[in-house]
């Protein structure tokens, strides 16, 4: 196998990549059963962030920190998440990947380790993020697909979800999509675009930012759904963003059916596997 290095030359997997390089990663992950990504102190259910940091630090013999794109809640998925951290030890793109995929559950996976500019930050970097959410709209719960999406039981007119969704369009000012808790010192963010369509019984709803409050995507499902089912108007989204007022909006919701599907940065950094950069700079006419 071969990979293209943001540096120059092509590489092969098994080439040793020197000590006090930047490396980037890209990760996969379900939520379920996790107390979501970030290492917190004295939590009984293990963190996604301090099971990928125990497995890397087995492949390096040494502790290895690292910092993620965007830190998702307890029941969240990524598929596109992106870390970066600074190899402490000589290891080979192969060694960084299967080694660290020995040492985790089958629930976390790095699918692809490249080596960046040294200046590269998984966080700081990033110039947009894409979640995904999945609801299963359905009149008996599904069986199958528990934990990796949502349930309504009513139906849900997902064109009508669509054009609510359009209001929040651009810069403006989240605060009733933000959670309590939120830490973020502003409200306001900048929406690319989001998107609500239907793919047989499942209604699915994409939503890109150049960064997300905490809950603000869950909020802004759990708002389009009262739209979907009719119990509130279209116009209603656009209202609620108006008034900024969380307490007037609907509940959030849950944590089981959304992802995070990608993450952007320049293309300076050349990214082999960062599907949404394109995007960024030729934003999606929905």
């Known amino acids: 196998m071969l990979i293209s290095l943001s540096s120059g030359p092509i590489r092969h997997s098994g080439d040793p990549i020197p000590a006090g390089s930047r490396l980037a990663c890209h990760i996969e992950y379900c ?7 970030q290492s917190q102190p004295h939590l009984p259910v293990a963190t996604v962030q301090e099971t990928l940091e125990a497995a890397l630090s087995q492949v390096a013999n040494t502790a290895v920190r690292v910092v993620c794109a965007g830190r998702t809640d307890t029941g969240v998925h990524a598929t596109g998440q992106v870390v970066s951290f600074s190899a402490p030890v000589t290891r080979s793109e192969k060694s960084w990947v299967q080694g660290a995929n020995g040492n985790m559950p089958p629930s976390v996976r790095v699918k692809a380790v490249t080596v960046v500019d040294p200046q590269f930050h998984a966080r700081f970097s990033a110039t947009a993020r894409r979640y995904q959410y999945i609801i299963a709209n ?34 403006q000012d989240f605060s009733a999509f933000r959670a309590a808790r939120c830490q973020s010192p502003t409200p306001v963010r900048h929406v690319d675009f989001v998107s609500v369509y239907r793919v047989g019984e499942l209604v699915v709803i994409e939503v890109q930012a150049n960064a997300f409050l905490h809950h603000m995507v869950r909020n802004i499902v759990g708002s389009l759904i009262a739209v979907g089912c009719g119990r509130k108007p279209v116009e209603w989204l656009a209202e609620l963003l108006a008034g900024g007022d969380r307490t007037v909006a609907a509940d959030t919701a849950a944590a089981d059916g959304l992802y995070l599907i990608g993450v952007a940065y320049p293309r300076s950094f050349a990214l082999p596997w960062c599907e949404i950069s394109a995007v960024v700079e030729n934003p999606v006419k929905i």
């Open 31 to 37: 939520g379920t059963g996790f107390s979501g990504w």
């Open 138 to 171: 359905t009149a008996v719960r599904p069986a199958l697909s528990v934990g990796q999406v949502s349930w309504y039981r009513a139906p849900l007119d997902a064109e009508r979800m669509h054009q609510a969704a359009q209001s929040l369009l651009g810069k």
